[in-house]
Protein backbone atom coordinates (compact mmCIF):
# COMPACT_ATOMS: atom_id res chain seq x y z
CA UNK A 1 0.00 0.00 0.00
CA UNK A 2 1.49 3.27 -0.88
CA UNK A 3 1.21 6.03 1.50
CA UNK A 4 0.81 9.67 1.10
CA UNK A 5 1.24 12.62 2.94
CA UNK A 6 0.49 16.57 2.24
CA UNK A 7 0.23 19.50 4.55
CA UNK A 8 -1.64 23.06 4.35
CA UNK A 9 -4.33 25.55 6.14
CA UNK A 10 -6.77 24.86 3.97
CA UNK A 11 -8.38 28.07 4.70
CA UNK A 12 -11.93 28.98 3.12
CA UNK A 13 -11.53 25.63 1.34
CA UNK A 14 -11.35 25.81 -2.45
CA UNK A 15 -11.36 24.17 -5.89
CA UNK A 16 -7.55 24.65 -5.44
CA UNK A 17 -7.46 22.65 -2.10
CA UNK A 18 -9.49 20.44 -3.70
CA UNK A 19 -7.68 19.42 -6.62
CA UNK A 20 -4.60 19.37 -4.83
CA UNK A 21 -6.39 16.80 -2.33
CA UNK A 22 -7.73 14.69 -5.09
CA UNK A 23 -4.28 14.36 -7.39
CA UNK A 24 -2.46 13.54 -4.05
CA UNK A 25 -4.87 10.84 -3.34
CA UNK A 26 -4.28 9.62 -7.01
CA UNK A 27 -0.35 9.03 -6.50
CA UNK A 28 -0.93 6.30 -3.51
CA UNK A 29 -3.65 4.15 -1.81
CA UNK A 30 -3.91 6.47 1.29
CA UNK A 31 -3.48 9.80 1.80
CA UNK A 32 -3.08 11.45 5.38
CA UNK A 33 -3.09 15.11 5.59
CA UNK A 34 -1.77 17.51 7.97
CA UNK A 35 -4.10 20.80 8.35
CA UNK A 36 -1.92 23.21 10.39
CA UNK A 37 -2.70 24.39 14.20
CA UNK A 38 -4.15 28.03 14.42
CA UNK A 39 -0.88 28.84 16.77
CA UNK A 40 1.65 27.42 13.88
CA UNK A 41 -0.40 29.43 10.94
CA UNK A 42 0.46 32.89 13.75
CA UNK A 43 3.94 31.61 14.04
CA UNK A 44 4.75 31.47 10.51
CA UNK A 45 2.84 34.82 10.02
CA UNK A 46 -0.64 33.85 8.64
CA UNK A 47 -2.09 36.05 10.80
CA UNK A 48 -5.61 37.02 8.40
CA UNK A 49 -6.88 32.79 8.92
CA UNK A 50 -10.61 32.83 8.51
CA UNK A 51 -11.58 29.20 9.98
CA UNK A 52 -10.47 28.28 13.21
CA UNK A 53 -8.43 24.65 13.43
CA UNK A 54 -11.85 22.48 13.87
CA UNK A 55 -13.91 24.02 10.48
CA UNK A 56 -10.44 23.70 8.69
CA UNK A 57 -10.41 19.42 9.76
CA UNK A 58 -14.20 19.66 8.83
CA UNK A 59 -13.35 20.98 5.71
CA UNK A 60 -10.48 18.83 4.35
CA UNK A 61 -12.42 15.86 5.54
CA UNK A 62 -15.65 16.58 3.70
CA UNK A 63 -13.75 16.41 0.48
CA UNK A 64 -14.28 12.54 0.47
CA UNK A 65 -9.84 11.93 -0.40
CA UNK A 66 -8.59 11.67 2.75
CA UNK A 67 -8.36 8.59 5.13
CA UNK A 68 -6.57 10.53 8.53
CA UNK A 69 -6.32 14.02 9.33
CA UNK A 70 -3.65 14.90 11.61
CA UNK A 71 -2.44 18.66 13.03
CA UNK A 72 1.17 20.13 12.00
CA UNK A 73 1.78 22.38 15.02
CA UNK A 74 5.52 22.86 14.71
CA UNK A 75 8.47 23.40 12.47
CA UNK A 76 9.96 20.09 11.60
CA UNK A 77 7.50 18.13 12.10
CA UNK A 78 7.31 16.61 8.76
CA UNK A 79 10.34 14.45 9.13
CA UNK A 80 8.96 13.43 12.05
CA UNK A 81 5.27 12.16 10.65
CA UNK A 82 6.97 10.77 7.01
CA UNK A 83 9.29 8.27 9.04
CA UNK A 84 6.08 7.64 12.38
CA UNK A 85 3.15 7.09 9.33
CA UNK A 86 5.56 5.35 6.93
CA UNK A 87 5.24 7.77 3.89
CA UNK A 88 6.05 6.90 0.60
CA UNK A 89 5.15 10.15 -0.94
CA UNK A 90 5.05 13.46 0.23
CA UNK A 91 2.67 15.41 -2.34
CA UNK A 92 2.51 19.53 -2.32
CA UNK A 93 1.71 22.17 -4.18
CA UNK A 94 3.87 23.63 -7.28
CA UNK A 95 3.66 27.29 -4.92
CA UNK A 96 6.36 25.46 -2.84
CA UNK A 97 8.81 23.89 -5.40
CA UNK A 98 12.34 23.55 -4.34
CA UNK A 99 11.55 24.13 -0.94
CA UNK A 100 10.75 20.66 0.18
CA UNK A 101 13.79 19.03 -1.23
CA UNK A 102 15.57 18.11 1.99
CA UNK A 103 13.07 15.36 2.34
CA UNK A 104 14.03 13.34 -0.41
CA UNK A 105 15.97 11.68 2.05
CA UNK A 106 12.95 10.32 3.80
CA UNK A 107 10.81 9.39 0.79
CA UNK A 108 9.67 10.91 -2.81
CA UNK A 109 8.51 14.54 -2.80
CA UNK A 110 6.07 15.35 -5.40
CA UNK A 111 4.98 19.03 -6.77
CA UNK A 112 1.93 19.09 -7.54
CA UNK A 113 0.95 21.92 -10.07
CA UNK A 114 -1.15 24.70 -7.94
CA UNK A 115 -4.30 25.49 -9.71
CA UNK A 116 -4.20 29.22 -11.26
CA UNK A 117 -7.00 32.09 -10.68
CA UNK A 118 -7.97 30.85 -6.75
CA UNK A 119 -6.15 31.63 -3.51
CA UNK A 120 -7.65 31.76 0.19
CA UNK A 121 -5.62 35.41 0.42
CA UNK A 122 -8.47 35.98 -2.55
CA UNK A 123 -11.26 34.77 -1.14
CA UNK A 124 -10.13 36.54 2.23
CA UNK A 125 -9.67 39.50 0.32
CA UNK A 126 -13.37 39.41 -1.26
CA UNK A 127 -15.13 38.45 1.82
CA UNK A 128 -13.88 40.67 4.16
CA UNK A 129 -15.01 44.27 4.46
CA UNK A 130 -12.23 47.12 4.42
CA UNK A 131 -11.91 50.04 6.69
CA UNK A 132 -10.28 53.09 6.10
CA UNK A 133 -7.91 54.19 8.71
CA UNK A 134 -6.08 57.78 9.30
CA UNK A 135 -3.10 58.26 11.24
CA UNK A 136 -2.87 60.51 13.69
CA UNK A 137 0.62 62.11 13.67
CA UNK A 138 3.82 61.19 11.42
CA UNK A 139 6.62 60.54 14.00
CA UNK A 140 8.96 56.79 13.94
CA UNK A 141 6.10 55.07 14.82
CA UNK A 142 3.84 55.86 12.27
CA UNK A 143 6.35 55.28 9.34
CA UNK A 144 6.80 51.76 10.68
CA UNK A 145 2.80 51.22 11.11
CA UNK A 146 2.11 51.78 7.60
CA UNK A 147 4.40 48.78 5.83
CA UNK A 148 2.83 46.08 9.16
CA UNK A 149 -0.97 47.06 7.88
CA UNK A 150 -0.05 45.55 4.30
CA UNK A 151 -0.17 42.26 5.68
CA UNK A 152 -3.20 42.45 7.44
CA UNK A 153 -6.74 42.29 5.94
CA UNK A 154 -9.35 44.24 5.83
CA UNK A 155 -7.49 47.65 6.52
CA UNK A 156 -6.66 50.99 3.84
CA UNK A 157 -4.78 53.37 5.12
CA UNK A 158 -5.67 56.60 3.54
CA UNK A 159 -4.88 59.69 5.35
CA UNK A 160 -2.73 61.41 7.82
CA UNK A 161 -3.43 64.37 10.51
CA UNK A 162 -0.45 66.57 11.74
CA UNK A 163 -0.54 69.80 12.93
CA UNK A 164 3.02 70.70 11.18
CA UNK A 165 2.34 70.64 7.70
CA UNK A 166 5.95 69.84 6.20
CA UNK A 167 5.86 67.01 8.30
CA UNK A 168 2.13 65.42 7.00
CA UNK A 169 3.38 66.27 3.76
CA UNK A 170 6.86 64.47 3.72
CA UNK A 171 4.97 60.99 5.42
CA UNK A 172 1.94 61.60 3.02
CA UNK A 173 4.17 61.39 -0.05
CA UNK A 174 6.21 58.52 0.99
CA UNK A 175 2.78 56.37 1.15
CA UNK A 176 0.48 57.60 -1.63
CA UNK A 177 -1.49 59.28 1.35
CA UNK A 178 -3.94 62.20 1.90
CA UNK A 179 -2.71 64.80 4.40
CA UNK A 180 -4.75 67.03 6.47
CA UNK A 181 -2.72 69.43 8.83
CA UNK A 182 -5.62 71.89 10.26
CA UNK A 183 -8.96 70.86 9.57
CA UNK A 184 -8.96 67.25 12.34
CA UNK A 185 -12.87 67.21 11.58
CA UNK A 186 -12.16 67.37 7.85
CA UNK A 187 -9.65 64.34 8.60
CA UNK A 188 -12.13 62.37 11.02
CA UNK A 189 -14.73 62.66 8.20
CA UNK A 190 -12.46 60.44 5.88
CA UNK A 191 -12.16 57.58 7.89
CA UNK A 192 -14.23 54.87 9.97
CA UNK A 193 -10.86 54.83 13.04
CA UNK A 194 -7.65 56.03 13.50
CA UNK A 195 -4.23 55.14 15.05
CA UNK A 196 -3.14 57.58 17.11
CA UNK A 197 0.85 58.07 16.91
CA UNK A 198 0.90 61.56 18.52
CA UNK A 199 2.93 62.89 21.19
CA UNK A 200 2.26 61.47 24.40
CA UNK A 201 0.48 64.80 26.14
CA UNK A 202 -1.71 64.87 22.72
CA UNK A 203 -3.17 61.45 22.58
CA UNK A 204 -6.44 61.73 25.75
CA UNK A 205 -7.21 64.63 22.81
CA UNK A 206 -7.33 63.30 20.20
CA UNK A 207 -8.84 60.56 21.01
CA UNK A 208 -11.78 61.55 22.55
CA UNK A 209 -12.49 63.50 19.53
CA UNK A 210 -12.13 61.24 16.93
CA UNK A 211 -14.76 59.11 19.85
CA UNK A 212 -16.97 61.51 19.57
CA UNK A 213 -16.85 61.68 15.36
CA UNK A 214 -17.92 58.12 16.08
CA UNK A 215 -14.52 56.55 15.09
CA UNK A 216 -12.57 53.24 16.51
CA UNK A 217 -9.47 54.30 17.57
CA UNK A 218 -5.52 51.96 18.11
CA UNK A 219 -3.94 54.66 20.68
CA UNK A 220 -0.32 54.43 20.84
CA UNK A 221 1.14 54.30 24.53
CA UNK A 222 0.83 56.03 26.82
CA UNK A 223 -2.28 55.39 25.78
CA UNK A 224 -3.13 58.56 28.66
CA UNK A 225 -0.89 60.18 31.49
CA UNK A 226 -4.28 59.39 34.03
CA UNK A 227 -6.20 56.70 35.03
CA UNK A 228 -9.50 59.09 34.93
CA UNK A 229 -8.73 60.32 31.74
CA UNK A 230 -8.51 56.49 30.52
CA UNK A 231 -11.60 55.23 32.24
CA UNK A 232 -13.48 58.01 30.87
CA UNK A 233 -12.38 56.87 26.92
CA UNK A 234 -13.31 53.54 27.84
CA UNK A 235 -16.73 54.48 28.86
CA UNK A 236 -17.55 56.47 26.10
CA UNK A 237 -16.27 54.31 23.84
CA UNK A 238 -18.33 51.22 25.38
CA UNK A 239 -21.87 53.52 25.70
CA UNK A 240 -21.39 54.35 21.79
CA UNK A 241 -19.92 50.79 20.90
CA UNK A 242 -16.76 51.74 19.58
CA UNK A 243 -13.76 50.03 19.98
CA UNK A 244 -10.85 51.27 21.86
CA UNK A 245 -7.37 50.12 21.90
CA UNK A 246 -4.26 50.66 23.65
CA UNK A 247 -1.79 50.02 20.90
CA UNK A 248 0.52 48.11 23.61
CA UNK A 249 2.34 46.00 20.89
CA UNK A 250 3.74 43.29 22.83
CA UNK A 251 0.50 42.43 24.81
CA UNK A 252 -0.90 40.92 21.36
CA UNK A 253 1.93 39.35 20.08
CA UNK A 254 2.03 35.18 20.02
CA UNK A 255 4.53 34.57 22.31
CA UNK A 256 3.59 36.91 25.10
CA UNK A 257 0.15 35.49 24.57
CA UNK A 258 1.59 32.10 25.40
CA UNK A 259 3.42 33.07 28.09
CA UNK A 260 0.79 34.16 30.26
CA UNK A 261 -1.54 31.18 29.42
CA UNK A 262 1.58 28.55 30.48
CA UNK A 263 1.23 30.87 33.63
CA UNK A 264 -2.07 31.26 34.51
CA UNK A 265 -1.85 27.14 33.50
CA UNK A 266 0.27 26.69 36.46
CA UNK A 267 3.82 25.97 34.62
CA UNK A 268 5.78 27.26 36.88
CA UNK A 269 3.27 27.26 39.95
CA UNK A 270 2.47 29.99 41.60
CA UNK A 271 4.14 33.56 40.48
CA UNK A 272 5.60 34.99 43.42
CA UNK A 273 7.72 37.77 41.38
CA UNK A 274 8.10 39.64 38.31
CA UNK A 275 10.90 41.52 37.03
CA UNK A 276 10.54 43.49 33.58
CA UNK A 277 13.01 46.20 32.50
CA UNK A 278 13.55 48.04 29.55
CA UNK A 279 16.21 50.94 28.72
CA UNK A 280 16.88 52.80 25.71
CA UNK A 281 19.59 55.28 25.52
CA UNK A 282 18.43 58.21 24.04
CA UNK A 283 20.37 61.39 23.35
CA UNK A 284 19.78 64.98 23.15
CA UNK A 285 17.55 67.28 21.58
CA UNK A 286 15.14 64.57 21.80
CA UNK A 287 10.71 63.96 22.99
CA UNK A 288 11.75 61.62 25.27
CA UNK A 289 14.19 64.36 27.27
CA UNK A 290 11.79 67.34 27.31
CA UNK A 291 10.05 67.90 30.35
CA UNK A 292 7.46 69.70 28.53
CA UNK A 293 6.51 66.90 26.48
CA UNK A 294 6.30 64.60 29.29
CA UNK A 295 9.34 62.77 28.07
CA UNK A 296 11.32 60.28 30.96
CA UNK A 297 12.19 56.66 31.27
CA UNK A 298 8.55 56.41 33.00
CA UNK A 299 6.16 57.66 30.52
CA UNK A 300 8.38 56.35 27.60
CA UNK A 301 8.79 52.91 28.92
CA UNK A 302 6.57 52.14 31.59
CA UNK A 303 2.90 51.34 29.48
CA UNK A 304 4.86 48.03 27.96
CA UNK A 305 6.47 46.71 31.55
CA UNK A 306 3.53 47.60 33.34
CA UNK A 307 1.48 45.35 30.87
CA UNK A 308 3.31 42.39 31.85
CA UNK A 309 3.18 42.84 35.45
CA UNK A 310 -0.77 43.88 35.20
CA UNK A 311 -1.23 40.59 33.09
CA UNK A 312 0.50 38.14 35.13
CA UNK A 313 -0.07 39.44 38.51
CA UNK A 314 -3.26 41.44 38.17
CA UNK A 315 -4.46 44.51 39.40
CA UNK A 316 -5.29 44.48 43.10
CA UNK A 317 -1.43 45.30 44.47
CA UNK A 318 -1.33 46.61 47.87
CA UNK A 319 1.51 48.85 47.56
CA UNK A 320 3.82 51.07 45.01
CA UNK A 321 6.78 53.20 45.23
CA UNK A 322 9.32 54.67 42.94
CA UNK A 323 13.12 55.60 42.56
CA UNK A 324 14.59 58.20 40.17
CA UNK A 325 17.48 59.67 39.02
CA UNK A 326 16.63 62.78 37.51
CA UNK A 327 18.23 64.97 34.40
CA UNK A 328 17.09 68.18 33.45
CA UNK A 329 13.77 67.26 34.74
CA UNK A 330 12.97 64.44 33.67
CA UNK A 331 13.71 60.94 34.91
CA UNK A 332 16.57 58.99 32.78
CA UNK A 333 16.30 56.16 35.14
CA UNK A 334 13.43 55.04 37.09
CA UNK A 335 12.67 51.53 39.51
CA UNK A 336 9.29 50.71 40.22
CA UNK A 337 8.48 48.49 43.08
CA UNK A 338 4.84 46.60 43.39
CA UNK A 339 3.85 45.33 45.86
CA UNK A 340 0.99 42.49 46.00
CA UNK A 341 -1.05 40.55 48.78
CA UNK A 342 1.37 37.24 48.02
CA UNK A 343 3.71 38.88 45.62
CA UNK A 344 6.43 41.29 44.46
CA UNK A 345 7.14 43.14 41.17
CA UNK A 346 9.26 45.36 39.75
CA UNK A 347 10.49 47.27 36.43
CA UNK A 348 13.73 48.99 35.99
CA UNK A 349 13.70 51.54 33.42
CA UNK A 350 16.26 53.94 31.62
CA UNK A 351 16.82 56.00 28.99
CA UNK A 352 20.19 57.59 30.31
CA UNK A 353 21.09 54.34 31.63
CA UNK A 354 21.43 51.32 30.22
CA UNK A 355 19.57 47.89 31.78
CA UNK A 356 19.43 44.26 30.75
CA UNK A 357 15.99 44.51 29.51
CA UNK A 358 14.88 41.21 30.55
CA UNK A 359 11.58 39.61 31.78
CA UNK A 360 11.66 37.24 34.50
CA UNK A 361 8.71 35.49 36.08
CA UNK A 362 9.72 33.20 39.14
CA UNK A 363 7.00 30.64 40.91
CA UNK A 364 7.26 28.12 43.27
CA UNK A 365 7.54 25.30 40.89
CA UNK A 366 9.92 27.15 38.47
CA UNK A 367 10.61 30.30 36.05
CA UNK A 368 10.22 31.97 33.15
CA UNK A 369 12.96 33.71 30.83
CA UNK A 370 12.92 35.91 28.48
CA UNK A 371 16.03 37.14 27.42
CA UNK A 372 16.27 41.69 26.17
CA UNK A 373 14.50 42.57 24.41
CA UNK A 374 11.87 41.12 26.16
CA UNK A 375 9.01 43.18 24.83
CA UNK A 376 9.89 42.00 21.31
CA UNK A 377 9.21 38.67 22.30
CA UNK A 378 10.47 35.77 19.63
CA UNK A 379 12.18 32.67 22.26
CA UNK A 380 11.43 32.31 26.13
CA UNK A 381 12.47 29.54 28.43
CA UNK A 382 10.41 27.60 30.95
CA UNK A 383 13.56 26.59 33.22
CA UNK A 384 13.50 24.53 36.57
CA UNK A 385 15.62 23.12 39.47
CA UNK A 386 15.86 19.98 37.42
CA UNK A 387 17.41 21.44 34.45
CA UNK A 388 16.02 18.53 32.19
CA UNK A 389 13.10 19.38 32.09
CA UNK A 390 13.41 23.15 30.95
CA UNK A 391 11.41 23.88 27.79
CA UNK A 392 12.40 26.41 25.16
CA UNK A 393 9.74 28.18 22.80
CA UNK A 394 10.89 30.01 19.88
CA UNK A 395 8.45 31.98 17.76
CA UNK A 396 8.80 34.38 14.83
CA UNK A 397 8.17 38.69 15.99
CA UNK A 398 7.83 38.97 12.41
CA UNK A 399 8.38 42.77 10.70
CA UNK A 400 8.13 45.64 13.67
CA UNK A 401 5.60 43.29 15.60
CA UNK A 402 2.60 46.17 14.91
CA UNK A 403 0.89 43.64 12.71
CA UNK A 404 -0.39 41.79 15.60
CA UNK A 405 -2.11 44.63 17.62
CA UNK A 406 -3.60 45.98 13.77
CA UNK A 407 -4.59 42.53 13.43
CA UNK A 408 -6.74 42.68 16.56
CA UNK A 409 -7.79 45.69 16.43
CA UNK A 410 -9.10 45.58 12.45
CA UNK A 411 -10.44 41.99 13.93
CA UNK A 412 -12.30 43.93 16.96
CA UNK A 413 -14.41 46.20 14.38
CA UNK A 414 -15.08 43.52 11.54
CA UNK A 415 -16.60 40.99 14.54
CA UNK A 416 -18.43 43.40 16.42
CA UNK A 417 -16.53 42.74 18.90
CA UNK A 418 -15.62 45.32 21.72
CA UNK A 419 -13.43 43.52 24.32
CA UNK A 420 -10.08 41.90 24.12
CA UNK A 421 -8.85 39.11 26.56
CA UNK A 422 -5.21 40.12 25.30
CA UNK A 423 -5.84 43.90 27.31
CA UNK A 424 -8.19 44.11 28.57
CA UNK A 425 -10.17 47.87 29.36
CA UNK A 426 -9.12 47.46 33.40
CA UNK A 427 -5.69 46.84 33.13
CA UNK A 428 -5.45 48.94 30.69
CA UNK A 429 -6.95 52.06 32.98
CA UNK A 430 -4.49 50.42 35.77
CA UNK A 431 -1.33 50.94 34.19
CA UNK A 432 -2.20 54.61 33.21
CA UNK A 433 -3.88 54.86 36.94
CA UNK A 434 0.19 53.95 37.94
CA UNK A 435 2.15 56.28 35.40
CA UNK A 436 -0.50 58.92 37.01
CA UNK A 437 0.87 58.49 40.35
CA UNK A 438 4.64 58.79 39.12
CA UNK A 439 4.00 62.16 37.42
CA UNK A 440 2.64 63.07 40.79
CA UNK A 441 5.38 62.68 42.21
CA UNK A 442 4.21 61.09 44.89
CA UNK A 443 6.08 58.01 46.61
CA UNK A 444 9.27 58.88 44.64
CA UNK A 445 12.73 58.78 46.16
CA UNK A 446 15.40 61.04 43.95
CA UNK A 447 18.86 59.18 43.99
N1 LIG B 1 -3.04 24.98 -3.54
C1 LIG B 1 -3.19 24.72 -4.88
N2 LIG B 1 -3.82 25.65 -5.67
C2 LIG B 1 -4.28 26.81 -5.16
C3 LIG B 1 -4.11 27.08 -3.79
C4 LIG B 1 -3.47 26.14 -2.98
O1 LIG B 1 -2.80 23.66 -5.39
N3 LIG B 1 -4.85 27.69 -5.98
C5 LIG B 1 -2.34 23.98 -2.67
C6 LIG B 1 -1.05 24.50 -2.00
O2 LIG B 1 0.01 24.49 -2.91
C7 LIG B 1 -0.88 23.53 -0.86
C8 LIG B 1 -2.33 23.21 -0.46
O3 LIG B 1 -3.16 23.63 -1.57
O4 LIG B 1 -0.27 22.32 -1.30
C9 LIG B 1 -2.75 23.94 0.80
O5 LIG B 1 -2.55 25.33 0.61
P1 LIG B 1 -2.61 26.37 1.82
O6 LIG B 1 -3.87 26.15 2.56
O7 LIG B 1 -2.32 27.72 1.27
O8 LIG B 1 -1.45 25.90 2.80
P2 LIG B 1 0.09 26.24 2.69
O9 LIG B 1 0.38 27.54 3.35
O10 LIG B 1 0.54 26.08 1.27
O11 LIG B 1 0.69 25.10 3.62
O12 LIG B 1 2.89 23.09 6.51
C10 LIG B 1 2.02 23.79 5.69
C11 LIG B 1 2.45 23.55 4.29
O13 LIG B 1 3.85 23.70 4.26
C12 LIG B 1 1.88 24.48 3.24
Redesign the pocket.
Known amino acids: MKRVI??????LL?E??I??LRRAKELGDYLIV?V?SDSFDKGRG?LNVCNNVLERVEAVKATGYVDEVII?DYLGQ?IDDIQKYDIDIF??????EGHFDYLNEYCKVVY?????????TMLRAESQDVFKVGIVGSGRIAYRFVPETKVVNGVDVNSVFDPNNLNADVFACKFGLKAYNENYQQFLSGVDAVYVASPHLSHYQYTKEALEAGKHVLCEIPFTLSGTQAKELYDYAEAHNLVLLEASKTAYCPAFCHITTLVKSGVIGEVVDVKASESKMVESPARELDSKQAGGAMNEHAPLNLMAIIKLLGKEYSKVDFYSKIENGVDVYTKVNICYPHATASITLGIGVKTEGNLIISGTKGYIYVPAPWWLTDFFEVRYEDQTKNKKYFYSYDGEGLRYEIQEFISMIANNRRSCYKLRRRESIAIAEIIEKYNKKEDVTIL
Open positions: TYGTYDHGHNLGTKEKAIGSDWLPRTQGISS
